[in-house]
């Protein structure tokens, strides 16, 4: 492969490119793998980093370790109001989260903010609390919908200007290290806030931050001008319909398997769901909304349909209008977001984490309704266009992992292959964004010299089939041969590169 002026300039054998580009600067890869890079479609940059430094209580195994954990790290840092994240009660063997109560005896006075892994619930000590006003009536358990933004507001004014710029780039710094070239930042009043955002926005690092702001807009020059006010990609994003399953607040039609008497959160009424739509479609807008339950998949296809009627299909495919997680939907309704060219961006992962006949899924919604979720051959097959990312800090920034698991999906049926959930990961990413030239993502004559170089050797000794395998003959597919990825193990990057520039290595 020949580079020019940060595009791919020529593909083909090497003796062939020695003479045809006798002057050029030549790097033997020495048998690495070099494929496009990854974008992830769904990140949240300065609380990646904010995670991956602060207490990080993933390995929690229990209410008693999740404790232990906090306590060790209370003392460990004197000085610093607490952030942590990570905790996830559904595996542990009392199934029970820590109260404020307890939260309290082992950081004192102290300000602590603890997000549930899947952020749409936290612990948060009394001398938070304090902090926040409105929460003086709220039970002393985990915090979820609004009373659960107001405390993170307030959590992320303890953080320092100096915090936030070392977590922005070093966040970046791990994607560029992962192979990823460019991230789209799914921010918003209740995720950053606009100071955070504009921040990121104004960062200068290289991997590209394509931008989306989840805010409701009523009317088209509303859209038009809070667009040009944030500099985003469009009003879309973690525009909360609802929540998530682990904190019991996606919004479903029927109670939760282990809460009969709980249907989950509505953050928005059909009415501010149909405006927004209406108001994005007429200015041309990308439109979107986190839905996770299958009552609020219903709401914004219904609203869909409705903007459908009235701007037509053409119009609204234009504009790209996206939905974030689609965990919970229906063939028919599968079908109707195909055919209006509605984008899913959709985390893998959360089903290798959470599917399966003993995963959370189960435990929130029992077998039956648990099978159903992250459909990704169903989407694909109704012609859905899928983006697919991390939702990084919820996962990790491992786009191998997100590839493995949707070629890999614990519900029989529901699985793409490896070289759609490929396209998913990169060339996904880019028209997610917009970016429909038809090349950004592939290594072909032309397109944008966005690729990284990965090391294969250990997957060549471990697996017992080539260290790659070629999933398609067709070269139009313009996906290279994969690497094995029937264990933990995933391709070393050595190199990530985007547009000519070395990003990392």
Known sequence: MAVRDGLVAWLGSDAVGREQFPRAEVLDLDGALVTPAFVD???????????????????????????????????????????GHGWDETGW????????????????????????????????????????PGLEHHPATPLSGAAHHRVRAVARTLLTAEQRAAARTAALDAAAAAGIVAVHECAGPDIGGLDDWRELRALDHGVEVIGYWGEPVHSAAQARELLADTGARGLAGDLFVDGALGSHTAWLHEPYADAADCTGVCHLDADTVGAHLWACTEAGVTAGFHVIGDAAVSSVVAALEQVVERFGVAAVA?????????????????????????????????????????????????????????????????????AFGSDSPVTTLDPWATVRAAAHHRTPGSAVSMRAAFAAATRGGWRAAGVNDGISGTLVPGAPASYAVWDVTRLAVQAPRDSVQRWSTDPRSRVPALPVLESDDAPRCRRTVHRGVILHG
């Open 318 to 386: 234009r504009c790209g209008h996206r939905l974030e997680h689609l965990e919970m939907v229906s063939a028919e309704q599968a079908a109707k977001l195909g055919s209006w060219g509605v984008i899913a961006s959709m985390q893998p992962v959360f089903d290798s984490l959470w599917g399966g006949e003993d995963g959370m899924y189960a435990q929130r919604l029992g077998a039956q309704r648990a099978a159903g979720l992250n459909p990704l051959a169903l989407l694909a097959s109704q012609g859905v266009p899928l």
């Open 93 to 132: 063997p009392d199934g029970a989260a820590p109260d404020t109560a307890a939260l309290d005896a082992v950081v004192g006075d102290r300000p602590a903010y603890l997000s549930r892994v899947d952020v749409h619930s936290a612990l948060a000590s009394s001398g938070l609390r304090r902090r926040v």
């Open 41 to 83: 479609s769904h990140v949240h940059v300065t609380e990646t980093e904010l995670c991956r430094t602060g207490l990080d209580l993933r390995p929690a195994t229990s209410r008693r370790h999740c404790l232990q954990l906090i306590a060790d790290h209370a003392a460990a840092h004197p000085d610093q109001p607490i952030w």
